[in-house]
T-cell receptor
Framework: NAGVTQTPKFRVLKTGQSMTLLCAQDMNHEYMYWYRQDPGMGLRLIHYSVGEGTTAKGEVPDGYNVSRLKKQNFLLGLESAAPSQTSVYFC????????????FGAGTRLSVL | KQEVTQIPAALSVPEGENLVLNCSFTDSAIYNLQWFRQDPGKGLTSLLLIQSSQREQTSGRLNASLDKSSGRSTLYIAASQPGDSATYLCAVRPRGAGANNLFFGTGTRLTVIP
């Protein structure tokens, strides 16, 4: 049971470089989410998607873009990485019902130098 | 904006002790509250989910309670084991606008000493 898979697991970027984080889920979930986790702060929602072809901003969307071209994939892009984007990024998915549980990937640790 | 606080930030107990982790939130208009476990370098695993209409949920040695009116939840762990060592996070899902956003606390890092 793969669940939610994130790639890559680790990445180091230089300021100004771009990259894309990939999230894939095999549970046929409608909703997908990208969070970031920083020391001393709770996880914060960056962007989310309620279905294929739709995305919406979360709490901290600036500097990130997302795409959901296929139901099972949710991509998070950094066009011009900044040191402030050094963080651990988590993807999650859930069914449409707001009472349901979010299932998380193992995370991507990103360092921007 | 919903604020979620977890106290203490870290807790160390000898094996076999019963313990309580605390979570408080500022806005009582919630769909549910979840407790998660996070192991170092790993993702989050959902432990218990309490609907807003419920007072408590139990799973094995874990019992979570919810007092929505006072904005508090507790996670009770009975007969702690070294394998319980992890960071425990609580998260609330608000009602209305922002219902797709989980608000997380910063977690309590638990160490159970053999």
């Amino acid at each position: 049971n793969a669940g939610v898979t994130q790639t890559p697991k680790f990445r180091v970027l230089k300021t100004g470089q771009s990259m894309t984080l990939l999230c894939a889920q095999d549970m046929n979930h409608e909703y997908m989410y990208w969070y970031r986790q920083d020391p001393g702060m709770g996880l914060r929602l960056i962007h989310y998607s309620v279905g294929e072809g739709t995305t919406a901003k979360g709490e901290v969307p600036d500097g990130y873009n997302v795409s959901r071209l296929k139901k099972q994939n949710f991509l998070l892009g950094l066009e011009s990485a900044a040191p402030s984007q050094t963080s651990v990024y988590f993807c999650a998915s859930s069914t449409r019902d707001p009472q349901n549980i979010q299932y998380f990937g193992a995370g991507t640790r990103l360092s921007v130098l | 904006k919903q604020e979620v606080t977890q106290i203490p930030a870290a807790l160390s107990v000898p094996e076999g002790e019963n313990l309580v982790l605390n979570c408080s939130f500022t806005d009582s208009a919630i769909y549910n509250l979840q407790w998660f476990r996070q192991d170092p370098g790993k993702g989050l695993t959902s432990l218990l989910l309490i609907q807003s209409s419920q007072r408590e949920q139990t799973s094995g040695r874990l019992n979570a309670s919810l007092d929505k009116s006072s904005g508090r939840s507790t996670l009770y762990i009975a007969a702690s084991q070294p394998g319980d060592s992890a960071t425990y996070l609580c998260a609330v899902r608000p009602r209305g606008a922002g219902a797709n956003n989980l608000f997380f606390g910063t977690g309590t890092r638990l160490t159970v000493i053999p």
